[in-house]
């Protein structure tokens, strides 16, 4: 079945901790999105990436980074720059005429 | 300024009563508009779109949205609620990017609950 894997789904990170979310998808999407989704506010967009070694910063994109070596994947790593990430992380991807977007089943981070 | 507003965070709704959950937008141009409903603890599932064409659009699980463009509103409807329905629901548009790519911003939720 094709879809999107978010990976792990609850993660722990000590302050001053640097943490990594994986995030595949055998869609062929070209685009791969972050959204960052905190209570009360909907998710805003971390960063974004229309194409393959290419990426560019969403409205959120202070504390994180990501790279994009691969079509398949886009890892999100958050940094200890990153004052508050406890949050639910979701990952998306979109084909060319962006009309659809699929949604991983998402990551819980919290800062221990 | 958002351009996706839910103005209700919580909609309350007898099993087998209609539903609506309200979605204004605001941008300029033919926007692409989305619903999306989350369960708990999970990503988002779609529910329906709105490109072009009809304004009345039908979408999964007996949901339907209707794109009014003089009020910039697309609510979500369901003529009969079950209680299966009770979840988060999000409305979305897609706006320009610098790019092709065009990116979903989100109005901020609004919680169904359907009462037994």
């Known amino acids: 079945d094709g879809g999107i894997t978010q990976s792990p789904k609850y993660l722990f990170r000590k302050e001053g901790q640097n943490v990594t979310l994986s995030c595949e998808q055998n869609?062929?999407?070209?685009?791969m999105y972050w959204y960052r989704q905190d209570p009360g506010q909907g998710l805003r967009l971390i960063y974004y990436s229309q194409i393959v070694n290419d990426f560019q910063k969403g409205d959120i994109a202070e504390g994180y980074s990501v790279s994009r070596e691969k079509k398949e994947s886009f890892p999100l790593t958050v940094t200890s720059a990153q004052k508050n990430p406890t949050a639910f992380y979701l990952c998306a991807s979109s084909n060319r005429a962006g009309q659809l977007d699929t949604f991983g089943s998402g990551t819980r981070l919290t800062v221990v | 300024a958002q351009s996706v507003a839910q103005p209700e965070d919580q909609v309350n709704v007898a099993e087998g009563n209609p539903l609506t959950v309200k979605c204004t937008y605001s941008?300029?141009?033919?926007?692409?508009l989305f619903w999306y409903v989350q369960y708990p603890n999970r990503g988002l599932q779609f529910l329906l779109k709105?490109?072009?064409?009809?304004?009345l659009v039908k979408g999964s699980y007996g949901f339907e949205a209707e794109f009014n463009k003089s009020q910039t509103s697309f609510h979500l409807k369901k003529p009969s609620a079950l209680v299966s329905d009770s979840a988060l629901y999000f409305c979305a548009e897609k706006r320009d990017s610098s790019g092709s790519a065009r990116q979903l911003t989100f109005g901020s939720g609004t919680q169904l609950t359907v009462l037994p």
């Open positions: 709105y490109i072009t064409g009809d304004n």
């Open positions: 941008v300029s141009g033919n926007p692409y």
């Open positions: 869609l062929n999407h070209d685009a």
